[in-house]
Nanobody, 119 residues
């Protein structure tokens, strides 16, 4: 199994910054893609950013130029640096990864961390 623990959420004013972290632990062989999703109030969950094991990144259009995803493979940790935050970035942010456990790849999710941007 894989446990993902997020930290770094909170309340910030519009234009401010936050850095989310997510550390993976457990009995896994490898962690492949890591990603951040978010779910705004009353809306569906959406993919915000992803990063491959080799460091290839992708972003949803609305955060390009403002958010940066990175990872530390030695620490099994993924980060999301969020700058120039807007009220529409308010959401519960979830960390996710694809990990191989006992030879079987599968998706795993964190419990979520609230990000609230006040205007």
């Amino acid at each position: 199994q894989v446990q993902l623990v997020e930290s770094g959420g909170g309340l910030v004013q519009a234009g401010g910054s936050l850095r989310l972290s997510c550390a993976a632990s457990g009995r896994f062989w490898t962690i492949n893609t890591m990603a951040w999703y978010r779910q705004p109030p009353g809306k569906q969950r959406e993919l915000v950013a992803g990063i491959s094991k080799d460091g290839v990144t992708s972003y949803v259009e609305s955060v390009k130029g403002r958010f940066t995803i990175s990872r530390d493979n030695a620490k099994n940790t993924v980060y999301l640096q969020m700058n120039s935050l807007k009220s529409e970035d308010t959401a519960v942010y979830y960390c996710a990864c694809e990990a191989t456990v006992a030879g079987i790849p599968g998706p795993y999710w964190g419990q979520g961390t609230q990000v609230t941007v006040s205007s």
